[in-house]
Nanobody, 121 residues
Framework: QVQLVESGGGLVQPGGSLRLSCAPS????????MGWYRQAPGKQRELVAV???????NYADSVRGRFTISRDNAKNTVALQMNSLKPEDTAVYYC???????????????WGQGTQVTVSS
């Protein structure tokens, strides 16, 4: 099982910035898409941003222009730079990757345990 380690969450004032990072804890044969989801209290988990292995990016309308997703293929890491944060961005943010742990594995989705982001004055 691939474990994803997230970091960078915390408390920030409205208008502030945070940077989330995520990496698998061990080796992985292939990573396809990488992304971030979030879940606010009482709401369903929603896509925030995704980046393909070729570098194509897609964002939720609510964060486009404020958030930037990036990946480092050499280090197998994915980051989410969040600027101009709003109280409605408060949620637990989850990292996810699609890939194979070993060459003989099927493609699977792996998830991190989540990191809390709170935007409040």
């Amino acid at each position: 099982q691939v474990q994803l380690v997230e970091s960078g969450g915390g408390l920030v004032q409205p208008g502030g910035s945070l940077r989330l990072s995520c990496a698998p804890s061990g080796s992985i044969f292939r990573i396809n898409a990488m992304g971030w989801y979030r879940q606010a209290p009482g709401k369903q988990r929603e896509l925030v941003a995704v980046i393909t292995s070729g570098g194509s990016r897609n964002y939720a309308d609510s964060v486009r222009g404020r958030f930037t997703i990036s990946r480092d293929n050499a280090k197998n890491t994915v980051a989410l730079q969040m600027n101009s944060l709003k109280p409605e961005d408060t949620a637990v943010y989850y990292c996810t990757i699609n890939g194979r742990r070993f060459w003989y594995d099927r493609e699977s989705d792996y998830w991190g345990q989540g990191t809390q982001v709170t935007v409040s004055s």
